[in-house]
């Protein structure tokens, strides 16, 4: 069992910053960023962000966020980071974290553990 914690979300005008920090219970899963839109309820509906390995290799980020987010983990502090830059409307959503056993991923079915989520709201 894995236990993810997410925090460092919140409010900000369009072209801002934010940095989003996922603490994990245990190390060494791959983990990713994940992100639900308001007014969707099904997991399948998650975008995949990002996703990192134990050894930090980062793999494709979703188009819709290349060039303006970047994927980080620390290890010696169980802790994953999404620094977000150039922030629009339309990235506005619930941020969750996940930890799998299956490898990294842009799916949501690849992980078996989930944070409680995150809100970020990009104001124009």
């Known amino acids: 069992q894995v236990h993810l914690v997410e925090s460092g979300g919140g409010s900000v005008q369009a072209g801002g910053s934010l940095k989003l920090s996922c603490a994990a219970s245990t190390a060494g899963y791959p983990m990713a960023w994940f992100r639900r839109d308001p007014g969707t309820e099904r997991e399948g509906e998650r975008e995949g962000i990002a996703c990192v390995t134990p050894g930090g290799y980062v793999g494709t980020y979703a188009d819709s966020v290349k060039g303006r987010f970047t994927i980080s983990r620390d290890n010696a502090k169980n802790t994953m980071y999404l620094q977000m830059n150039r922030l629009k409307p339309e990235d506005s959503a619930m941020y969750y974290c996940?930890?799998?056993?299956?490898?990294?991923?842009?799916?949501?079915?690849?992980?078996?553990?989930w944070g409680q989520g995150t809100q970020v709201t990009v104001s124009s």
């Open positions: 996940a930890a799998g056993t299956s490898g990294c991923s842009l799916r949501p079915s690849s992980f078996n553990y």
